[in-house]
């Protein structure tokens, strides 16, 4: 292990005696200027309390702009997408050598071929399945990482560690701490928007956006294409001039009341939010509607599917999540699959693998693809950080008496394209069976420094000082995946 | 009151505590004085206003020291008449703010709002946590417990040794603090031992931090894996510290207190006014049925025949819905008399099965019963043939008396059945003459496959029979009391023949008292052997407990009673001095309750005039079957007299209240507080890994703070008791510290040590340590009072000053940290939401007890959909929700309410467009809006004037400036009262502690 806090770290407590010791303030202002300069310091009054999202510069010059995550809830297994393992087709019905008797959810059953047939695509040729056909055209596009880790084999724990760099509850979620890093580009909307599944909440549900011990202000605002923000407009039964006069008198009575108070910098903030807040009420519902879409879009991601209503629903949460990074969010996170089910509404297939996945892969593959295309043809992949990802993998066995495979957090599959990526590169690897990863094996950790260090951000440095440790997303771990960059 | 007074902890304090370490939280606590008469506080805040050129700030007028002061001790703004008197009081401000600040800290909204502060600290949830986040069902009585002690003002060394081994001292909520943390339940672990070795590491992790965190202000989480980088913590010291806790895992105990043993007490003086209540309700129990009845259970092989073999049986589920097992039945309808099951047979159609054979002549109504299945098979036409001669082949006196739909409950005819075996009820199939021979054909009907039998009853014909449906039936013989009544009857002899006892003839019959009434105004127990009465049997029991002569001895209870020394058939019997006029007779197994076996379930009882000439007065026929569920008593009182039914009426709404507050006391009271095991030793781990295990360990705390010199293998409770009498001792440097560190950032908003929970070099340093030692040490002098501590600080020129800005200040110290004046800040979720309610005079004040819900569901897939028709329960105080884990509370939760996931020694301040929308758009505050308006025109009436001068004095506590009226009274003659009402509740006056 290198270290265990980060240089920022100490060079805050280098300031603290510094100032204990210092006669006059002056040395103590120079030196924090100095700190300033060089690193962004976890200290939130350097936020204005007025304008929270507003942008701020990262530590150094940026790849990426915006983030977007697609996140499937429920362990998607990369036996079934993109980690093709052709021993395993050979040893499909015998047992696993010195494997484990007992995995997540009880005994082991035999090692099983994967579900779905592999082909190659591409110049790259890369092998991928035909579960998802859509993506997968695009694979030369992609950069794949076959080797994550995870730290913990349950769902919710696992969840929460993607999200947030800790198993534990009630740690700032990735986008949090992004929009608290650099604000946004779109002061009219919220800089993190978590989009959940038209299905349902995915397993960690809040934890995947939540602020954790930073500003409220900083956590995602869920809302999807079905389910609008909570109290965006005010009841029906209030006129829309009886709003308006509503918003005067309480501007008069903040301005009276200010001007008794003068100089507080959080009264003026909290007015100012009453002036986001209503341009808010205008520019969400614009975003959310997607009668402005034409139909050729529709179709492209299958939106307009009426046979498969869960799919259009999550085609258009797709659109919504273009939208978003057209305006400039800072933080897109798009849920696909819900909460745990027996693996009937998410990716978690313990019994019946095959026959959940034929629902759940054409539900994800069409719109998914649609969007990075979508994205692309926009020209906003230059500008943005794709990222599709699950909590962890599943095992080549399949469970002793079932059809389906167990959580296996050793070994699973990331992808990754837009600003700053490779194109067509596969990094890392299982071994021949897919059971754990052996070569160049990265702990999310990892993937989470990644995306930091694209968008200008030292994730060492990133950090804030709570209840005796200086917090960051790599908690006291990460390194930044080289290979995968451009 | 405290069972544990102070020194009684501390005289066999054995721990030592390093003379010096180099870092200031270690360092014996070191009181400076104060120049007589100067205000401690002060003293030191001035002088270092001083050294910088700075001044205090004038003191704030009386409105706001008042609003500011109640605010922060409730949580609620002060009320119109109290910010007038307070005002307008002529006395010294001194003694006026004095007693304001004493009143609040009497007041019970003090303790609400200060526990939640340390709730906060300790991450109270009322789920577990983490994915599936299910209910904690019983941690709000550590809730409860950290509000009362506020509000007695618990001396905090006494809380925080009960917060570690309050088990030791019987006070079983406070270890309630070791597993507040969220925790993985098994069923979210892995099978594989690693991953349950895994995850009880972590959950002891959240014990050992939160501890340290909580009391010590170190941060020793991540001695987990290394040696303290920054802190004189060694991961051995980590372990160590673990070993204390190594024996408590997350779960719930009984609470064992002063109320609960009052509470046993209630509830047996409750049980006995209950059992009073029943035995005078079955005083208003039926005649005994002049006529004959006869029940017959499809499994009597007595009465009944089997033409055919049966399939099976069709068993009861479990349960008191209709046709179960134990259903009750009610006013109208039986309770189920089927024991349990019935018997099923394939047939054919017109294919005679069985037959049930009554054995009686004369003429009797008939009611039927039958399985009921709803899987499709059962018979819709089952028909019911009466054979009269009980020769089946001969047909010419048959007669159908019924046809029966066996897939539906009696009553019903139409729609699904239930898939399960039921008991139908029964079915009225008329009036018939019988004869001894005469039988019940159960014939095969021409639908389905199956046909089913279950018991039917016959009762002679009469006058009363004919006007009752369903049959004239007793309640069934219990252990209790049984009461039998019947026409007045002369005699000299009563007996009572015991048939069968309960258990299949297990036992002998027992009864410990036999009383016989006479039919007379003044009714006495004839039976009793001081009116000369005499007991014979076929043979008694004779020891001290049971003996023939304690059939009528006149005392209950089995300890006095007579047991038949004959299993079937025994008697005893009574004899008077002379005949005698009687009417009731008493019997029962144990009228103490106590006993519940050897009762006598088929009996006869006969009088006589000489023991030749005995008549029937009473049996057990025309009772339901023993067995049968009677918890209805509403059934066995059909049949009362109109005057009666108003005595029994208040009788049993007497029985029901009387029971519900027997049931409420004798609830078992739960904590989740833990469970203390023995675990077996402690193990360094290699880098935490639960795999890896190093030396063994002894509990000990960090070797820098000192020796507590426990044995090894000191026994589970010892071992927290020590730790608890170390953190708890006033020899700790840091306790004191950090505690009175916390109440200072809870009144100032930041505290001398703005990383309340770090006091290690990680940590800040104190903005005045001698200030920081001065409080700590008269903490510890005040006997840990932290009410003496809110008084101190809060009677302080330096808390009493005005809020607002000033150049000199503002320059210097622009976060205010030295306290040039009082620093302003945004009220908390908690403290919004219950001002809100207050001034719409919605507020509930009900205290205590299980938390109200803000989500109509919980988890799974639709998430925490929050409660959007509110009621009175709704409206208690914030503290007293059910707090889901992790997830916001609708509204509220954007003003940095914390989740219970991290430990929030200090909440975020942040201000967003979401609790903009949340404050001004959600239903919650605009009803609230509506109800104030409400409010102000019933307090006020029609003036628009006044209307508004009142809004403004119950929100904000001052009258409407001449802009604020016009503006205000113009907005709401055009847009309504409400509309101003939400506007003040969005007000940036009414969201600040001024």
Not at chain 1, 135 to 162: R, V, W
Not at chain 2, 94 to 110: M, Q
Not at chain 2, 415 to 429: H, M, N, R, V
Not at chain 2, 545 to 555: A, E
């Amino acid at each position: 292990m290198k270290h265990d806090l980060s240089n920022h770290g100490r060079s805050l407590l280098n300031r603290r005696d510094f100032l204990g010791q210092s006669a006059t303030g002056l040395g103590a202002i120079a030196l924090t200027s100095l700190l300033n300069k060089q690193s962004l310091l976890a200290d939130p009054l350097k936020i204005d309390p007025a304008r929270p999202h507003a942008a701020r510069l990262p530590h150094y010059p940026a790849k990426a702009k915006n983030v977007l995550v697609i996140f499937c809830a429920g362990a998607c297994s990369q036996l079934e997408t993109w980690d093709y393992k052709p021993e395993l087709i050979k040893h499909d019905g015998q047992p696993l050598k010195d494997g484990p008797p007992v995995t997540f959810q009880g005994p082991s059953g035999n090692l099983a071929r994967p579900q779905y047939e592999f082909r190659p695509y591409g110049q790259t040729g890369k092998m991928c399945s035909d579960m998802v056909p859509h993506l997968a055209s695009m694979a030369d596009d992609f950069a794949f990482i076959h080797s994550l880790t995870s730290k913990s084999n349950t769902h919710g724990p696992a969840e929460n560690y993607i999200s947030t760099g800790f198993a534990l509850d009630g740690f700032p979620s990735m986008g949090a701490w992004i929009t608290y890093a650099l604000g946004s580009e779109n002061e009219d909307l919220p800089a993190f928007v978590a989009i959940p599944d038209p299905r349902g909440v995915p397993q960690a549900s809040v934890n995947n956006w939540g602020p954790g011990f930073l500003p409220a202000v900083f956590q995602g605002t869920p809302f999807n294409s079905n389910q609008p923000i909570q109290n965006l407009q005010p009841p029906k039964s209030i006129s829309k001039k009886t709003d308006l006069a509503a918003r005067d008198l309480l501007k008069l009575l903040n301005d009276q009341h200010l001007e008794r108070n003068p100089g507080d910098a959080n009264l003026a903030a909290r007015i100012a939010s009453y002036e986001l807040a209503a341009r808010m009420q205008l520019s969400v519902p614009e975003i959310s509607d997607l009668s402005t879409e034409p139909k050729h879009i529709l179709n492209m991601y299958g939106a307009d599917d009426t046979k498969n209503e869960v799919k259009a629903d999550y085609a258009k949460n797709c659109i919504l999540a273009r939208r978003l990074i057209e305006k400039g969010v800072r933080f897109v996170q798009v849920f696909n699959g819900a909460y745990a089910t027996a693996g009937r509404l998410n990716w978690d297939g313990h019994q019946k693998l095959r026959e959940q996945y034929d629902v759940h892969g054409p539900i994800m593959d069409q719109p998914t693809a649609a969007l990075i295309r979508d994205l692309k043809q926009r020209g906003l992949l230059q500008d943005t950080l794709v990222l599709w990802c699950t909590e962890f993998g599943r095992m080549p066995m399949f469970q002793k008496g079932a059809k389906g495979r167990d959580h296996n957090p050793g070994g699973f599959t990331a992808v990754l394209t837009g600003a700053g990526i490779k194109s067509g590169v596969s990094h890392g690897a299982t071994d021949e069976l897919g059971f754990k990863a052996v070569e160049d094996v990265h702990p999310f950790h990892d993937l989470h420094a990644t995306l930091l260090h694209l968008l200008g951000l030292d994730h060492e440095n990133l950090t804030v000082l709570h209840n005796g440790f200086e917090r960051r997303l790599t908690d006291v771990h990460g390194h930044v995946i080289k290979e995968v960059l451009a | 009151m405290q069972r544990l007074g102070a020194s009684l902890i501390f005289f066999i304090f054995a721990a030592t505590l390093p003379a010096a370490t180099t870092h200031w939280s270690l360092k014996p606590i070191k009181r400076v004085e104060v120049p007589k008469d100067a205000n401690a506080i002060d003293f030191f805040i001035g002088n270092k206003l001083q050294n910088k050129s700075l001044k205090f700030s004038a003191e704030a007028d009386r409105a706001t020291l008042l609003r500011r002061v109640t605010l922060d001790l409730t949580g609620l703004p002060p009320t119109p008449q109290s910010v007038a008197a307070f005002v307008r009081d002529s006395r010294n401000t001194n003694v006026v703010f004095a007693e304001a600040v004493n009143a609040l800290l009497a007041s019970p909204r003090y303790g609400e709002r200060w526990a939640q502060h340390w709730l906060d600290v300790v991450r109270y949830a009322d789920t577990h946590g983490f994915e599936v986040n299910t209910p904690r069902a019983n941690a709000w009585p550590y809730r409860d417990y950290v509000i009362r002690a506020f509000n007695e003002d618990k001396p905090f060394n006494i809380f925080a040794f009960e917060q570690i081994a309050g088990d030791s001292v019987g006070e079983q909520a406070g270890t309630g603090f070791l597993v507040a943390a969220a925790v993985l339940l098994p069923g979210q672990i892995g099978k594989d031992e690693a991953s349950k070795r895994a995850a009880r590491q972590d959950a002891l992790d959240e014990i050992i931090v939160g501890t340290c965190d909580t009391f010590l202000g170190l941060t020793v989480g991540c001695a987990r894996c290394h040696d303290h980088k920054f802190d004189p913590i060694t991961q051995k010291d980590y372990y160590a510290m673990q070993a204390f806790f190594a024996g408590v895992t997350y779960g719930e105990r009984q609470i064992e207190t002063e109320e609960t043993k009052k509470n046993q007490a209630t509830t047996k003086l409750l049980a006995e006014r209950i059992q009073k209540l029943d035995l005078q309700l079955r005083a208003f129990g039926p005649d005994v049925f002049s006529g004959r009845t006869i029940v017959i259970d499809d499994e009597d092989t007595r009465f009944t025949t089997h033409l055919k073999d049966k399939q099976g049986h069709g068993t009861n589920p479990d349960g008191t819905k209709r046709g179960y097992l134990k259903d009750p039945g009610d006013d109208k309808r039986l309770p189920n008399l089927s024991r349990g099951r019935y018997t099923w047979w394939k047939h054919t159609p017109g294919e005679d099965i069985f037959t049930y054979n009554p054995a009686a002549t004369g003429r009797f109504r008939i009611w039927l019963s039958w399985g009921v299945h709803g899987s499709g098979v059962h018979t819709r036409d089952a028909r019911y043939v009466l054979d009269r001669d009980g020769n089946l082949k001969t047909t010419n006196d048959q007669q159908e008396i019924a046809k029966i739909d066996q897939y539906h409950l009696f009553g019903i005819s139409k729609g699904e059945t239930e898939k399960k075996p039921l008991w139908s009820g029964i079915y009225d199939a008329g009036t018939h003459e019988l004869t001894q021979k005469s039988r019940i054909i159960l014939r095969g009907g021409k639908t389905g496959t199956g046909v089913t039998a279950d018991v039917i009853i016959l009762q002679e014909s009469s006058d009363t029979t004919a006007k009752l449906d369903p049959p004239y039936l007793r309640r069934a013989p219990d252990t209790i009391l049984n009461i039998e009544k019947f026409l007045p009857v002369k005699a000299k002899f009563v007996r009572m023949t015991f048939h069968e006892t309960m258990d299949n003839f297990r036992h002998e019959p027992c009864i410990d008292e036999l009383e016989v009434f006479s039919a007379l105004t003044n009714s006495v127990n004839l039976a009793l052997t001081r009116y000369g009465t005499k007991a014979t049997s076929s043979g008694a029991w004779n020891n001290s407990q049971h003996k023939l002569n304690h059939i009528n001895d006149g005392q209950y209870g089995n300890e006095h009673s007579f047991i038949s020394s004959w299993k079937t058939n025994g008697w005893v019997q009574l004899e008077f001095t002379q005949a005698q006029l009687i009417n009731r007779i008493e019997w029962a197994r144990d009228r103490n309750l106590r006993h519940r076996d050897r009762l006598a379930i088929r009996y006869t009882i006969q009088t006589g005039l000489t023991t030749n000439d005995w008549q029937t007065v009473a049996t057990e026929k025309d009772r339901l079957p023993f067995g049968t569920p009677t918890a209805s008593t509403r059934f066995a009182h059909r049949l009362l007299s109109k005057e009666n039914v108003a005595k029994v009426n208040k009788l049993e709404a007497e029985r029901k209240r009387l029971t519900a507050e027997r049931d409420h006391l004798a609830k078992p009271r739960r904590v989740y507080s833990g469970q203390f095991i023995d675990a077996g030793p402690t193990y360094v781990l290699r880098r935490g890994n639960a795999e890896q295990r190093m030396d063994r360990i002894n509990a000990r705390v960090p070797a820098v703070l000192g020796k507590l010199g426990l044995k090894l293998g000191e026994n589970e409770q010892n071992r927290r008791v020590a730790l608890a009498k170390w953190i708890a001792s006033p020899e700790n440097p840091l306790t004191a510290r950090v505690m009175v560190n916390r109440i200072w950032q809870f009144h100032f908003g930041t505290g001398l040590v703005s990383t309340s929970s770090d006091f290690g070099r990680n940590g800040t340093k104190p903005s005045h340590p001698k200030l920081l030692d001065w409080l700590a040490s008269e903490f510890i002098r005040s006997g840990w009072s932290i009410k003496h501590m809110h008084k101190l600080i809060m009677l302080s020129d330096t808390y009493r000053q005005s809020n607002r800005m000033n150049g000199e200040g503002r320059k210097v110290d622009a976060d205010t940290r030295l306290l040039w004046r009082f620093p302003s800040r945004r009220l908390e979720a908690e403290a919004i939401r219950d001002s809100i309610l207050f001034v719409s005079g919605n507020l509930n004040l009900e205290a205590g007890g299980p938390g109200f819900s803000f989500f109509k569901t919980r988890g799974g897939l639709s998430g925490f959909p929050p409660v959007t028709d509110f009621t009175k329960k709704e409206f208690r105080r914030m503290i007293y929700q059910h707090k889901i884990r992790m997830e916001p509370v609708p509204v509220f939760g954007a003003f940095d309410a914390p989740d219970a996931g991290q430990a929030m020694p200090r909440r975020k301040q942040s201000t967003t467009a979401i609790q903009t929308l949340n404050l001004f758009n959600s239903p919650f505050v605009n009803n609230q809006a509506a109800a104030f308006a409400n409010r102000i025109v019933k307090e006020t009436g029609d003036d628009i004037g006044k209307q508004v001068a009142r809004a403004f004095q119950l929100t904000f506590g001052r009258q409407p400036t001449p802009i604020e009226a016009k503006a205000a009274i113009a907005s709401a003659k055009t847009h309504g009262l409400a509309t101003l009402c939400r506007v003040l509740f969005n007000s940036n006056e009414f969201l600040f502690l001024p």
